[in-house]
């Protein structure tokens, strides 16, 4: 809590978000969800945001709330072809995969992961 860069925070919290969800620590991700909302992030960076909206995705699929989990990741999509992010692209476009398998949906899971 040195610092006072509003972009590595962003940066060190959407991180932690990560490892929270992985490590199924829900009530310590839940404290981070007011600081990682992407709808009020205090960052210029459409890369930040873009990976707020893909961890709130995530998050919704862990949850089985697969219509927000759809939401989030199609946002995520939008913003990661718009900026060029091919990693952040194609992390989404697997999850998303995942998302509508979990559906029974195959034939929309192939083409998220054949684009």
Wanted: proline share 2%; hydrophobic share 45%.
């Amino acid at each position: 809590r040195t610092s006072r860069e509003n972009e590595l925070w962003t940066f060190a919290n959407l991180n932690l978000a990560i490892v929270y969800l992985r490590s199924n620590r829900i009530a310590e991700f839940q404290g981070l969800v007011p600081r990682i909302s992407p709808d009020n992030l205090n960052s210029s960076s459409h890369c930040l945001k873009a990976a707020a909206y893909f961890i709130h995705g995530m998050h919704a699929y862990f949850s089985k709330n697969m219509s927000e989990a759809k939401r989030y990741l199609r946002e995520t999509l939008k913003m990661s072809t718009a900026e060029d992010l091919n990693r952040l692209l194609a992390t989404s476009l697997a999850l998303l995969a995942h998302v509508f398998l979990s559906q029974g949906v195959a034939r929309e899971s192939m083409n998220m992961v054949t684009r």
